[in-house]
């Protein structure tokens, strides 16, 4: 069974840090594409940085350059984080981490909040 756990979220100032996790298990996936999504108040949900099993990353353009994705293989498992930097009060949604498995079929996490204010 898929699982994918998000942590980290909470309250930061503007300008400041955060740094997401994402838990996941339950497959193999060293050669999947694994991705962090945000969905903002009265917004839809949009990709925020995606990474490859090859560690190939892209972002969207808004957050280029203050986010980075990483991730961390292990057996049946895989960590991923979002390093979040320079927050602004328009990153301020709930954060999903999302895996990309094969025919098309996607697992989601529940999300974390991250709040962006002073």
């Known amino acids: 069974q898929v699982q994918l756990v998000e942590s980290g979220g909470g309250l930061v100032q503007p300008g400041g840090s955060l740094r997401l996790s994402c838990a996941a298990s339950g497959r193999d996936f060293s050669t999947h594409a694994m991705g962090w999504y945000r969905r903002a108040p009265g917004n839809q949900r949009e990709l925020v940085a995606r990474i490859t099993g090859g560690g190939r990353t892209n972002y969207a353009d808004s957050v280029k350059g203050r986010f980075t994705i990483s991730r961390i293989n292990a057996k049946n498992t895989v960590t991923v984080y979002l390093q979040m930097n320079s927050l602004k009060a328009e990153d301020t949604a709930v954060y999903y981490c999302?895996?990309?498995?094969?025919?098309?079929?996607?697992?989601w996490g529940k999300g974390t909040l991250v709040t962006v204010s002073s």
């Open positions: 999302n895996n990309e498995g094969p025919y098309g079929i996607s697992f």
